[in-house]
């Protein structure tokens, strides 16, 4: 594996570790408000997060390289207004998405097929992730102003479950 990919690859890791303590200091906020629906859909983003560190450090393995783990950052952010969480991870889903799309252009330059072919998963992930992440502010603005809307949207919220990815190394 050249070196460049290597690098990217464990900077990675903990980028996506980092994301992991990022949601769960989510999960933290919107419990302290009682929110318990929108706790347990960042609960669930954060495992998919620590998931996502270990099928990169679990590929690195497959090819004979060691992860380099580093100190995982304590998030930074605090949040006033309950939209706010929201609004960050959207912000934070779309530099994990350029970061990701970084790895691949560079693995695309060098003609390492077998990693471009382990992060097309990556790429579609982060649309996903995009995606939900968008739908959950509209949600939001659309009923959580409401006592009521609020309620049902939490209540929405608390039904998420965590799913294992079925990704094959």
């Given at each position: 594996?050249?070196?460049?990919?290597l690098?990217?690859?464990?900077?990675?890791?903990?980028?996506?570790?980092?994301?992991?303590?990022?949601?769960?200091?989510?999960?933290?906020f919107?419990?302290?408000?009682?929110?318990?629906?929108?706790?347990?859909?960042?609960?669930?983003?954060?495992?998919?997060?620590?998931?996502?560190?270990?099928?990169?450090?679990?590929?690195?393995?497959?090819?004979?390289?060691?992860?380099v783990?580093?100190?995982?950052?304590?998030?930074?952010?605090?949040?006033?207004?309950?939209?706010?969480?929201?609004?960050?991870?959207?912000?934070?889903?779309?530099?994990?998405?350029a970061?990701?799309?970084?790895?691949?252009?560079?693995?695309?330059g060098?003609?390492?097929?077998?990693?471009?072919?382990?992060?097309?998963?990556?790429?579609?992930?982060?649309?996903?992730?995009?995606?939900?992440?968008?739908?959950?502010?509209?949600?939001?603005?659309l009923?959580?102003?409401?006592a009521?809307?609020?309620?049902?949207?939490?209540?929405?919220?608390?039904?998420?479950?965590?799913?294992?990815?079925?990704?094959v190394?």
């Amino acid at each position: 594996m050249d070196k460049k990919i290597l690098d990217l690859l464990n900077e990675q890791i903990n980028k996506e570790f980092f994301s992991a303590y990022l949601y769960l200091d989510m999960a933290n906020f919107y419990s302290g408000k009682g929110l318990d629906g929108f706790a347990n859909w960042f609960e669930v983003q954060t495992k998919e997060e620590v998931d996502h560190a270990m099928l990169m450090y679990q590929y690195l393995h497959n090819n004979d390289e060691n992860a380099v783990l580093e100190a995982v950052g304590k998030p930074d952010k605090s949040y006033k207004e309950l939209i706010e969480p929201l609004q960050a991870a959207l912000e934070h889903e779309k530099y994990i998405t350029a970061s990701i799309h970084n790895i691949y252009g560079e693995a695309q330059g060098l003609n390492d097929f077998r990693t471009t072919q382990f992060l097309d998963w990556f790429v579609k992930e982060q649309g996903e992730e995009e995606k939900n992440a968008t739908d959950l502010i509209q949600k939001m603005e659309l009923f959580g102003s409401e006592a009521k809307g609020l309620y049902m949207l939490d209540a929405e919220l608390k039904a998420r479950v965590y799913a294992a990815p079925s990704l094959v190394l």
